[in-house]
C-alpha cells in the first residue's frame, strides 16, 4: 500500500488472499494506492498500482466575508472551485492534483494551482487598465470558462450520438440547439467590453490570451495523463 502517491509501498500484514477486501473506506484514505506481490520459489512479479478514489460531499471551509464598497464601485464575491482535485480522482488529470495534505487531508496541490490561475488572471487584468476595465477582464474571462463548458453540454445531444449511444429526442435536441446558439453568442459577446477602455483591442487580446492559454494548459494535462494511463495498461497486459 502507498499513501504518497507511489512513491513508496509497505506491506499489509496479513494479507496473503488474491483478493483485498477494505471496510469503513474514509475520505482521508483517497488516493492510496494497492498492489500485489506474487512469490514461488522462481522468483516474485509485482502488479501495477491500483488507486482508490473515495468521494465525499463537498465541504465549505472558508466562509464568504463581509464586504464595504463606495457607490459606484464593483465588488465580487467568489469562492474556489476543487475541479482539478476531482478531475486527478478521476484520471482525467495527474494523480498530482489529488493529493492531500498529510496533516490537514486538504488537496493542497489543487489549491495552490488555482491560486495561482487566480493570481494570474488578476495581475494580466490590472496590467496598464483602470479598476473598472480590470474588473470587465477578469469578470469576462471567467464567464467564457463557463460557457465553454456549457457549450460542450449543449453539444452532446447533438453528436453524442455518434460515439454509439442512442440518438436524443427531438424535443431535447431542439433545445440544446437553442442553448448552443445562445452560449455561442455569449462567448463571442464577452470578448467586447461593455465600460470604456484604452484600447478595445488590446482588451479582446487579453481575454483570448488568458482563455485560450489556460486551455492548452489544460489540454497538455489531459494528454499526458491518457498517454501515462495508456502505457500503464499495456504493462499490466504484458505482465498477465
Not at 14 to 22: D, M, V, Y
Not at 92 to 108: I, Q, S
Not at 188 to 197: G, K, R
Request: net charge positive; glycine share 8%.
Amino acid at each position: 500500500m502507498s499513501t504518497n502517491g507511489g512513491s513508496t509501498f509497505s506491506d499489509l500484514g496479513g494479507q496473503t488472499s488474491t483478493t483485498l477486501s477494505l471496510s469503513n473506506v474514509a475520505l482521508s484514505m483517497n488516493t492510496y494506492e494497492y498492489r500485489a506481490v506474487f512469490t514461488n520459489p522462481v522468483g516474485t512479479a509485482t502488479s501495477t498500482a491500483a488507486t482508490l478514489t473515495v468521494s465525499g460531499i463537498p465541504t465549505v471551509r472558508t466562509q464568504p466575508q463581509n464586504v464595504t464598497a463606495s457607490t459606484g464601485s464593483s465588488v465580487l464575491f467568489t469562492a474556489t472551485t476543487r475541479m482539478p482535485m476531482v478531475a486527478g480522482w478521476d484520471s482525467l488529470l495527474p494523480g498530482w492534483f489529488a493529493r492531500l495534505h498529510p496533516r490537514y487531508r486538504t488537496p493542497v496541490n489543487s489549491i495552490v494551482f488555482i491560486g495561482l490561475c487566480a493570481l494570474a488572471f488578476a495581475a494580466a487584468g490590472m496590467v496598464n487598465v483602470g479598476e473598472q476595465e480590470a474588473f470587465q477582464l477578469i469578470d469576462n474571462a471567467a464567464g467564457i470558462f463557463y460557457g465553454l463548458t456549457y457549450l460542450v453540454l449543449f453539444a452532446v445531444p447533438l453528436v453524442g450520438w455518434r460515439a454509439g449511444r442512442e440518438r436524443a429526442p427531438l424535443w431535447l435536441r431542439g433545445l440544446a440547439v437553442a442553448g448552443l446558439a445562445t452560449t455561442s453568442l455569449y462567448v463571442v459577446l464577452s470578448v467586447l467590453p461593455i465600460v470604456d477602455v484604452a484600447s478595445r483591442l488590446a482588451f479582446a487580446f487579453k481575454i483570448i490570451f488568458l482563455v485560450a492559454g489556460e486551455n492548452a494548459i489544460g489540454v497538455a494535462l489531459y494528454v499526458r495523463e491518457r498517454r501515462r494511463a495508456a502505457a500503464a495498461t499495456v504493462a499490466a497486459s504484458l505482465v498477465t
